[in-house]
């Protein structure tokens, strides 16, 4: 059987059996045997999954598991060897399709003791039982494989060696965002530390005696070096996980604890005003205050606001809003410091409360926070998965209290008097919410048909969009290392959510959707059938959108990277009902870096299968571009209309004399002619790249999940709660302890700031891969070390001393 054949059976057959499900359900979906912290969806067959270096019974080369791959269709999870400790690490997507994650915490043995091999500064090189070496400095890069892969052979596993790739700095709950060029950014983080970025009271906010890394650096550094950064030394405290949104103008907001900020210390794309952009610069450290989020809400972790951009979207001229929602706006002093809160979080309610901004207004106008509608309730850890129809859905995470784990706080200093365990949280939600961002305020929010799923996702939980439209949703594990018997236990149950669109009888099924996509230049055109809808088609194709959908790297309520880009479209009616759509190219790279998306064809608001496809050249580096694809005009035709219901598919005019109820009528064809200019060819090209991971299919094999009886009551949507400061003044308040937590390490530690472990590749220069393009293969080259090259280093059997 031709693999593409088999490829194209299996889309089906998920396509239709996804159809069955019931909209607004939550269905389990198998065990994901290690407890799912982070995830990225690799391509349209598989989701990576990553857990800290813990105790989970399932094993790999003879120590417990922290990685592994779900299978989309067969719903079952299979081990995967990562070397290095990749707890609370941040993580993006290559512009090749590939994912790479960045630092994680040291190495970490059972009850999340220092691994048995000490660093001479203190953290843990590697442990002897978990056999988990340090990631506090790791780069590991994951080519996604698909089921006609060997996914035993080298280029389908985790290249995780920091001998050979690391970062300059030791980097835990980093943030990573990509630039235009597809190179990232990574913005602060811990050294090591826990709960809250500070020692208390607050006397050293740049370097914290060595526990914050308040600086950042890129990837690949290209030799560029580490640079400090104000905003994240004045959010000291509360800057861990910083929100980071590239923007049209090439800047970037950053945004922590109250404060936002606007930096422009990045290579940067700059835009002339016909958005067509000409000129890169390597701009340097700059930041512009903007104003505060209103009424002290904190998003960033531990508050865990849910944060995502809106839609970008011709309306809006593909200018980023962002949407805060929920948090804490738990007071100074109830943050307490590295070890733990000063307060018993659990009983403080979260924030219900929204935000928008848009950092860059239309017209020049002066940015402002403008205030949104509420939460349908609190919500802390709640995180938005942008939904293919452009609605946002806010799913996981708990009505009172924060992330994080501790065995104490300010107010109960023995673990056994924790009512929750370690968990920092209390109350999960198990109803998701949708947001519609079109709507007009006030109706905004809504659970109306939305099931509630009896599994607490709090801490350490996430959630990612799959290519069907349905939500893929796991993990949760408010604790040291694995504890399946305390009321929040590991969590390695999954579940598949069915949003709305899923009651639809019919869904769009598009042809013509390309491998990839380019920035300005050639409209393309993609063809929907009249079986995809039903009744009028001027109405059908007038309502329909295409969309990239980004997920992102899901982490700690955030999903790094995930974007919504709609493009331009026109279209024509045809004959028959079918409608052929005239799609733009995407505006520019600052609005959509390049990388892989999955692509969406809505109609009626219900969206088709998506179908991955690669933004951009497929490489980093200056993206090329070309001016923004001219469009034919529309065409209509008034008697055509869709067949999806099964009823005969066309009208009996048949269109040859159906009238046009505007004048866009006519010899239609001939609009599409002329007009187009400076086409950038990448699109054969790219198609080749994701078609290189063609081997034979590996069966996987597992246990069911162990039954699991629920010990802790779900919230279900729409509970209110008053906002209760009270908290504050009840119970004895103990004050601000010293770092106890097991799982972080004492703060006190050597020079932090030593080349320690530093790459020894020159990335610039040294392991330059043969070719930037192997054009017989198809295959795409790093412009920097490539570990997966035939002819690199690349180190397969660990050596303990050196890394
Ligand atoms: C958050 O920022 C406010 C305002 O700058 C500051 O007073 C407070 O100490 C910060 N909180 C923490 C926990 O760092
Ligand atoms: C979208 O395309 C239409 C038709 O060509 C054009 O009039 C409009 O300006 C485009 N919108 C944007 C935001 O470029
Ligand atoms: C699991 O949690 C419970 C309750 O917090 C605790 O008593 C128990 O010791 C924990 N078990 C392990 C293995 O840590
Ligand atoms: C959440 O906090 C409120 C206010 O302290 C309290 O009344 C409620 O019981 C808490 N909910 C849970 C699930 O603990
Ligand atoms: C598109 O279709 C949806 C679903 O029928 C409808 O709610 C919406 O109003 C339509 N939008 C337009 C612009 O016709
Ligand atoms: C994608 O790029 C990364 C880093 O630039 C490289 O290591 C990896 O091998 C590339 N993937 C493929 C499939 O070529
Ligand atoms: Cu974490």
């Known amino acids: 059987m031709l693999p593409s054949i088999s490829l194209l059976a299996l889309g089906l057959a998920s396509a239709s059996s996804t159809l069955a499900a019931t909209a607004g359900s939550f269905v389990e979906s198998g065990d994901t045997l290690v407890s799912a912290m982070m995830m990225f969806l690799g391509n349209e067959e598989k989701v990576y999954i990553l857990d800290k270096a813990e105790g989970n019974p399932a094993q790999v080369?003879?120590?417990?598991?922290?990685?592994?791959?779900?299978?989309?269709?067969?719903?079952?999870?299979?081990?995967?060897?990562?070397?290095?400790?990749?707890?609370?690490?941040?993580?993006?997507?290559?512009?090749?399709?590939?994912?790479?994650?960045?630092?994680?915490?040291?190495?970490?043995?059972?009850?999340?003791?220092?691994?048995?091999?000490?660093?001479?500064?203190?953290?843990?090189?590697?442990?002897?039982?978990?056999?988990?070496?340090?990631?506090?400095?790791?780069?590991?890069?994951?080519?996604?494989?698909?089921?006609?892969?060997?996914?035993?052979?080298?280029?389908?596993?985790?290249?995780?060696?920091?001998?050979?790739?690391?970062?300059?700095?030791?980097?835990?709950?980093?943030?990573?965002?990509?630039?235009?060029?597809?190179?990232?950014?990574?913005?602060?983080?811990?050294?090591?530390?826990?709960?809250?970025?500070?020692?208390?009271?607050?006397?050293?906010?740049e370097?914290?005696?060595?526990?914050?890394?308040?600086?950042?650096?890129?990837?690949?550094?290209?030799?560029?070096?580490v640079q400090p950064v104000q905003?994240?030394?004045?959010?000291?405290?509360?800057?861990?996980?910083?929100?980071?949104?590239?923007?049209?103008?090439?800047?970037?907001?950053?945004?922590?604890?109250?404060?936002?900020?606007?930096?422009?210390?990045?290579?940067?794309?700059?835009?002339?005003?016909?958005?067509?952009?000409?000129?890169?610069?390597?701009?340097?450290?700059?930041?512009?205050?903007?104003?505060?989020?209103?009424?002290?809400?904190?998003?960033?972790?531990?508050?865990?606001?849910?944060?995502?951009?809106?839609?970008?979207?011709?309306?809006?001229?593909?200018?980023?809003?962002?949407?805060?929602?929920?948090?804490?706006?738990?007071?100074?002093?109830?943050?307490?410091?590295?070890?733990?809160?000063?307060?018993?979080?659990?009983?403080?309610?979260?924030?219900?409360?929204?935000?928008r901004l848009t950092p860059e207004p239309a017209g020049g106008s002066?940015?402002?926070?403008?205030?949104?509608?509420?939460?349908?309730?609190?919500?802390?850890?709640?995180?938005?998965?942008?939904?293919?129809?452009?609605?946002?859905?806010?799913?996981?995470?708990?009505?009172?209290?924060?992330?994080?784990?501790?065995?104490?706080?300010?107010?109960?200093?023995?673990y056994g008097d924790m009512p929750f365990g370690m968990s920092l949280a209390s109350g999960p939600i198990g109803t998701p919410a949708i947001y519609d961002p079109n709507a007009p305020k006030g109706s905004r929010w809504s659970n109306a048909g939305l099931g509630t799923s009896n599994i607490a996702r709090l801490y350490h939980s996430s959630a990612i969009l799959l290519p069907d439209g349905s939500v893929f949703v796991a993990g949760s594990n408010p604790n040291v290392d694995v504890n399946t018997t305390t009321i929040f236990p590991t969590e390695y149950r999954s579940e598949i959510f069915y949003p709305p669109y899923f009651g639809a009888s019919t869904r769009p099924t598009p042809s013509g959707v390309p491998k990839s996509i380019s920035y300005g230049g050639n409209s393309f055109d993609i063809t929907i059938p009249a079986s995809s809808y039903t009744g009028s088609a001027n109405h059908a194709a007038g309502n329909t959108t295409?969309?990239?959908?980004?997920?992102?790297?899901?982490?700690?309520?955030?999903?790094?990277?995930?974007?919504?880009?709609?493009?331009?479209?026109?279209?024509?009616?045809?004959?028959?009902?079918?409608?052929?759509?005239?799609?733009?190219?995407?505006?520019?790279?600052n609005v959509l870096q390049p990388g892989p998306a999955l692509l969406f064809v809505n109609v009626n608001g219900i969206p088709s299968v998506g179908t991955l496809v690669i933004v951009g050249n497929g490489r980093m580096g200056i993206q090329p571009t070309a001016p923004p694809s001219i469009l034919p005009a529309s065409v209509l035709l008034d008697t055509a209309k869709g067949s999806g219901d099964g009823s005969a598919s066309t009208s009996p005019g048949g269109g040859a004399q159906g009238g046009n109820s505007n004048g866009a009528m006519g010899a239609h064809t001939g609009a599409i002619v002329g007009g187009v200019v400076g086409a950038i060819a990448v699109i054969g090209l790219l198609g080749a790249l994701l078609g290189i991971f063609l081997a034979r299919r590996r069966r996987t094999a597992n246990a069911a999940p162990a039954s699991h009886s629920t010990s802790y009551t779900m919230a279900a949507g729409g509970q209110g709660m008053a906002m209760g400061d009270a908290v504050l003044a009840g119970g004895p308040h103990r004050g601000m302890r010293s770092s106890d937590s097991s799982a972080f390490v004492p703060l006190q530690?050597?020079?932090?700031?030593?080349?320690?472990?530093?790459?020894?590749?020159?990335?610039?220069?040294?392991?330059?891969?043969?070719?930037?393009?192997?054009?017989?293969?198809?295959?795409?080259?790093?412009?920097?070390?490539?570990?997966?090259?035939?002819s690199s280093p690349r180190v397969t059997t660990p050596v303990q001393h050196r890394y």
Request: charged fraction near 15%.
């Open 61 to 205: 080369k003879g120590h417990p598991a922290w990685g592994s791959v779900w299978d989309i269709k067969t719903q079952q999870s299979t081990v995967m060897d990562v070397r290095s400790n990749v707890f609370c690490a941040s993580g993006m997507h290559l512009p090749n399709g590939s994912y790479v994650t960045f630092g994680g915490n040291g190495a970490i043995g059972r009850g999340g003791e220092i691994g048995s091999v000490r660093n001479p500064w203190g953290n843990g090189a590697w442990d002897a039982e978990y056999q988990d070496f340090d990631g506090s400095k790791a780069i590991r890069i994951l080519n996604p494989c698909t089921s006609q892969d060997n996914f035993a052979s080298t280029k389908c596993q985790w290249f995780d060696d920091a001998s050979l790739l690391s970062m300059q700095k030791q980097r835990w709950y980093s943030t990573a965002e990509p630039l235009a060029d597809g190179t990232m950014v990574l913005i602060g983080g811990f050294v090591n530390g826990g709960y809250i970025n500070r020692n208390y009271p607050n006397r050293d906010p």
């Open 366 to 414: 002066v940015p402002a926070y403008e205030s949104d509608d509420d939460m349908l309730e609190g919500r802390t850890m709640g995180q938005f998965i942008i939904l293919p129809d452009g609605k946002m859905l806010v799913i996981n995470g708990g009505l009172n209290g924060t992330a994080g784990y501790a065995t104490a706080t300010g107010q109960t200093a023995n």
């Open 231 to 355: 905003f994240l030394i004045k959010t000291s405290g509360l800057n861990a996980y910083a929100h980071a949104f590239l923007l049209s103008s090439g800047k970037m907001l950053v945004q922590a604890n109250v404060s936002t900020s606007m930096s422009y210390f990045f290579l940067t794309l700059v835009l002339q005003a016909n958005d067509f952009p000409v000129i890169w610069d390597y701009n340097t450290n700059t930041e512009t205050p903007l104003p505060d989020i209103p009424g002290n809400v904190v998003r960033v972790y531990p508050a865990s606001g849910a944060v995502a951009m809106l839609p970008l979207t011709p309306a809006n001229n593909w200018n980023p809003t962002i949407l805060f929602c929920g948090g804490s706006d738990m007071p100074d002093e109830a943050w307490g410091n590295y070890a733990n809160p000063a307060i018993d979080t659990w009983k403080y309610p979260a924030s219900r409360d929204c935000q």
């Open 207 to 225: 370097f914290s005696g060595g526990a914050a890394e308040n600086t950042y650096e890129f990837y690949p550094a290209n030799g560029r070096g």
């Open 546 to 589: 295409v969309a990239l959908v980004r997920g992102g790297f899901t982490t700690h309520a955030m999903n790094m990277g995930q974007r919504y880009l709609q493009l331009n479209n026109t279209f024509t009616v045809n004959a028959g009902g079918t409608i052929t759509l005239h799609v733009a190219q995407a505006p520019n790279p």
């Open 749 to 790: 530690h050597g020079n932090s700031s030593d080349a320690w472990h530093g790459s020894t590749a020159d990335l610039t220069g040294g392991y330059k891969d043969k070719d930037e393009m192997d054009v017989a293969s198809g295959r795409m080259m790093s412009m920097d070390y490539d570990p997966y090259a035939a």
